[in-house]
């Protein structure tokens, strides 16, 4: 069964672009959430969907956004970026909302560099 | 605010040795702590977890050590090798609003030398 992917795996934007993230989950998988990871922060939450509609959300601006289609593929969308925004952009799916007993299957990530 | 502290943030241990990594949370609500590895280049991947009902599970190397009323559960990598090189993360999840929320430590680099 392919994993989780990420697409792009890179990218280089300089402030005040917009920027979309694009995530396919396993196959069957019902559930995408989404993470941002700094050296200095770790892995904050940021949201997470299931059957098309956001179930759960982090403490972050909404300048971050995301949605997720029919077929559990789910984009996030970060607009007016800053300086601050570069970061590793983790996608996880699992076959039911996060958490519990159902393990969340990570994605390589985006790399996502704001000059 | 961090609800999940872990310690050390890097770790270098020589090949056989012993690793250990600890985490501490705050919140009692936590009922699921799952450790995650990550490799450069790669996402993190689930490693092993423990239930606040369990002292302790163990899974070949790997072992969860867990202490409730201390709000404390720590990892032990026994006969470290320089494959387990990586990044280890802890982590704790709780059901608020009816979802589950998972709070992720901070990470530790761990470096296992020859």
């Known amino acids: 069964k392919a994993g989780v992917t990420q697409t792009p795996r890179y990218l280089i934007k300089t402030r005040g672009q917009q920027v979309t993230l694009s995530c396919s989950p396993i196959?069957?998988?019902?559930?995408v959430s989404w993470y941002q990871q700094t050296p200095g922060q770790g892995l904050q939450f940021l949201f997470e969907?299931?059957?098309?509609?956001?179930?759960n959300k982090g403490n972050f601006p909404g300048r971050f956004s995301g949605r997720q289609f029919s077929n559990s593929r789910s984009e996030m969308n970060v607009s007016t970026l800053e300086l601050g925004d570069s970061a590793l952009y983790l996608c996880?799916?699992?076959?039911?909302?996060?958490?519990?007993?159902?393990?969340?299957?990570f994605g390589p990530g985006t790399r996502l560099t704001v000059l | 605010q961090q609800q999940v502290k872990q310690s050390p943030q890097s770790l270098i241990v020589q090949k056989g040795g012993i690793s250990i990594i600890n985490c501490a949370y705050e919140?009692?609500?936590?009922?699921?702590f799952p450790w995650y590895q990550q490799f450069p280049g790669k996402g993190p991947a689930l490693l092993i977890a423990?239930?606040?009902?369990?002292s302790e599970k163990k899974e070949g190397r790997f072992t969860i050590s867990f202490n409730k009323s201390a709000k404390q559960f720590s990892l032990h990598i026994m006969d470290s090798q320089p494959g387990d090189s990586a990044t280890y993360f802890c982590?704790?999840?709780?059901?608020?609003?009816?979802?589950?929320?998972?709070?992720f430590g901070i990470g530790t680099k761990l470096q296992v030398i020859p």
């Open positions: 969907y299931f059957s098309e509609t956001q179930r």
């Open positions: 982590a704790a999840s709780l059901i608020s609003g009816g979802y589950q929320k998972v709070t």
């Open positions: 423990i239930r606040p009902d369990v």
């Open positions: 996880a799916s699992s076959p039911t909302l996060a958490g519990g007993t159902d393990t969340q299957y």
């Open positions: 196959s069957g998988h019902r559930s």
């Open positions: 919140n009692t609500a936590f009922d699921y």
